[in-house]
């Protein structure tokens, strides 16, 4: 035999042909983002709901005005405004049954309040008094989480534990644009599918990563996108259509409750004010594009629909804006008072049993403040 | 009951009955990592569980370090008690991130509310001729880190002991698996698996009068070695085994070296920045007086790991710790 053909004798035969383990067709999001409110459609949604959405969306919106005013009057270290981005923070709270779990992210304070926590202790973190202000047990809410898209894992090994145990919960992650580049949101996207754990992953595109427009974040011809990789339905919805955001996670956590494993939701919407206080946006963004949203704003959408459906008149209006401006004022209120905050406990919590080395600590602090409190600290 | 994993004998097998037992008396315990189901793991520590308690309590996960963390940070939330395996001690880099942010500050940021009971194994260290990112010392990385305990076992007995201890734990615990120590046998008695040792406690190995031998984990048998040889040369030298590196247990290392007035810190992972350094400063600061010697440290060598071929040269062994004690005849200006 020559050596060519020899070659030919070993060559191995082909493998089967390639099938995908999934059709990947039901799975791509559709090209038009999914809107309710102003289309046929909204004919059909429930006007409690639509009410709901209007009064919840309407005291976000006094919320990120009042917590941002706090950061100018120095009783908030940051704040990450959702300006603009209401509807999501409102249907991805209002879309949870008592016994589900919310995962948000830093931005996602509104979210963490319209779930029923207290507006101070949801405040916590940005205030700086301590990291998380609440129990998240009691509400079934994640710490606000700062490293971008840590999260998204937490909320799969939740929601995995939980169908381990036979319990029906569903658990939501939000993330941002930027967010969706981290390895975490692969990891976390990929195990939740393999998985089948009960999660909805829903990303709030607002256009920027502090500065970074999306265009420079990927080049996917849209996040949702992204899911059909996974093995994972992708949807698109109108992020500002608070309806349309509500019916399509609704839809995700029906799917995910029943035993459909995880669906990845890109909301489209916008981030009105800077990334936070501390930001200034002008560097990278022309006014002409935040004007061009304002058309679009989630609670002109929502007024315009109620209002032409004779659901809400000047009365019903003023009513939803008199009980956000008390929100507002409470919040004010007990804002301006100082947090009493205890420097040893600094050392509470490091372990469920504190090291000697700790304790040893928290006795050279309790000395420096004695002197302190008697004058003799040198 | 299922009869375990015939006779353990062997570090490994000791690990493994330490998992299945822990599985067994607690069904919130779940296992899981790279490989570690069908395989039994690459080093088979998990050989077995899975056929004993199912894939879905000792699970192979996609290959993702921050994953497996990530998911076990959700797990450990909703009232389960994960072990994960990082495979390899360079394969837990990519983790580090939901290690430092998530596990080691869930208990502080939440003010306690949310504990994290999770327990992180990582074979590491070297002297098993791996190639590279297979013999990383990483200790000092996970002792810089508020929130976390760090243990390593050097004995069969602690094996068991200590990941009993570490799963039982409510706060996240390293147990660092001496890869080289896990063909070593000694007289434990698999039948009668030893109590659940406290973390945070060191033992003295070896009684002497003349010098302190402190190291932790796959040193520990190397400071026995040398302790013996050192007999030859008129040294008594007393070997303690941290067992804990986090809490450390200054107590006992501090009364060995008042009692010797001689120490040396011994350990595979660099010197600089390194474990040794933050222990011969405790121990200065706490025994100075009674020192005759500056506190000296045999460690590896501040370099990359080397090739397998040339890892001798780099880990501390008998001569090198018996130059350093020969050194502690300390004369002032010298
Ligand atoms: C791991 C990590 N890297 C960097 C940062 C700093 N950072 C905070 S917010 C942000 C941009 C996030 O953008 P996006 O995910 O789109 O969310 P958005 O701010 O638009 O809500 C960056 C880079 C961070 N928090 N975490």
């Excluded at chain 1, 309040?113 to 202000?133: E, I, Y």
């Excluded at chain 1, 420097?343 to 420096?368: I, N, W």
């Excluded at chain 2, 822990?22 to 395989?39: C, I, K, R």
């Excluded at chain 2, 009364?255 to 474990?275: I, Q, Y």
Aim: aromatic fraction near 6%.
């Amino acid at each position: 035999m020559t050596v060519m053909e020899q070659r030919d004798a070993y060559r191995p035969t082909p493998p089967p042909a390639w099938q995908p383990r999934t059709d990947p067709a039901p799975l791509l999001p559709d090209a038009e983002p999914f809107r309710v409110l102003g289309t046929d459609a909204a004919a059909k949604a429930d006007a409690r709901l639509l009410h709901q959405l209007y009064a919840e969306v309407v005291r976000g919106r006094r919320y990120n005005a009042q917590a941002t005013a706090l950061t100018k009057q120095g009783r908030l270290a940051v704040y990450p405004s959702s300006t603009g981005q209401e509807a999501c923070e409102v249907a991805a709270a209002l879309v949870l049954e008592e016994r589900d779990w919310l995962f948000p992210s830093y931005r996602d304070t509104l979210a963490a309040v319209a779930r029923g926590l207290d507006p101070v202790q949801a405040l916590t973190l940005l205030r700086g008094d301590w990291h998380t202000g609440y129990d998240p047990r009691e509400h079934r809410v994640a710490p606000l989480c700062t490293p971008l898209a840590t999260q998204l894992p937490h909320a799969v090994g939740l929601a995995h534990a939980a169908r381990l145990k036979g319990d029906d919960v569903v658990a939501l992650a939000m993330v941002g644009d930027g967010g969706t580049s981290e390895g975490d949101f692969h990891e976390a996207l990929n195990f939740a599918a393999v998985w089948q754990a009960p999660v909805v992953f829903l990303v709030q595109n607002n256009g920027f990563a502090i500065s970074v427009p999306l265009d420079k974040q990927t080049a996917a011809p849209s996040l949702a996108h992204k899911a059909v990789g996974y093995g994972m339905p992708g949807r698109l919805v109108d992020g500002n259509d608070a309806a349309a955001v509500h019916e399509v996670l609704a839809e995700a956590v029906r799917h995910a409750r029943g035993g459909g494993g995880p669906t990845l939701v890109e909301a489209i919407t916008y981030r009105m004010e800077a990334h936070t206080n501390a930001d200034d946006a002008t560097r990278y963004r022309v006014d002409a594009e935040v004007d061009a949203w304002r058309d679009h704003d989630p609670i002109l959408l929502l007024e315009r629909e109620l209002t032409d459906r004779g659901l809400l008149d000047e009365e019903g209006i003023r009513a939803v804006r008199d009980d956000a401006e008390k929100m507002a004022a409470d919040l004010r209120e007990r804002m301006n008072q100082d947090p009493v905050l205890d420097p040893m406990d600094l050392f509470r919590d490091v372990y469920a049993e504190q090291t000697t080395q700790l304790r040893e600590q928290a006795a050279q602090l309790r000395a420096e403040l004695d002197a302190e409190a008697d004058g003799t600290d040198r | 009951m299922t009869t375990v994993a015939a006779k353990p004998a062997t570090m490994a097998q000791a690990f493994g009955r330490a998992l299945r037992d822990a599985m067994a008396a607690d069904p919130s315990v779940h296992v899981l990592g790279e490989d570690v189901g069908t395989l039994g793991g690459v080093f088979r520590v998990t050989d077995g569980l899975a056929k004993e308690f199912g894939d879905a309590r000792c699970t192979d996960t996609p290959l993702a370090e921050a994953g497996i963390l990530g998911t076990a940070v959700g797990m450990a939330m909703y009232g389960l008690r994960p072990v994960v395996e990082m495979q390899f001690d360079a394969f837990a880099y990519p983790g580090f991130e939901q290690l430092i942010s998530h596990v080691a500050k869930m208990r502080n940021r939440t003010r306690g509310a949310m504990p994290m009971p999770l327990t992180v194994r990582v074979p590491y260290g070297g002297g098993i001729g791996g190639v590279e990112h297979h013999s990383d010392s990483s200790e000092a990385y996970y002792m810089a880190t508020p929130g976390l305990h760090v243990v390593t076992p050097a004995t069969v007995a602690d094996a068991y002991g200590l990941m009993r201890a570490a799963i039982a734990s409510d706060d996240p615990v390293i147990v660092l698996e001496p890869k080289r120590l896990y063909w070593s046998k000694d007289s434990w008695n698999p039948e009668h698996p030893t109590d659940v040792e406290p973390i945070g406690r060191a033992v003295v190995r070896r009684t002497g009068s003349s010098a302190t031998l402190i190291t932790y984990g796959p040193s520990v048998p190397v400071c026995m070695e040398a302790a013996e040889a050192a007999r030859a040369e008129g040294w008594d030298l007393e070997v303690v085994d941290l067992r804990s590196l986090v809490p450390f247990d200054d107590e006992t290392v501090s009364a060995s070296v008042r009692r010797t007035g001689r120490a040396v810190v011994v350990h595979e992972s660099g010197g600089f920045g390194g474990p040794g350094g933050e222990i011969a400063a405790r121990v200065t600061e706490r025994c100075f007086h009674h020192l005759e010697a500056p506190v000296l440290r045999v460690a590896g060598f501040d370099i990359p790991y080397p090739p397998p071929m040339l890892e001798r040269h780099h880990l501390p062994g008998v001569d090198r710790i018996l130059d350093a004690v020969a050194r502690l005849q300390w004369e002032a200006g010298s």
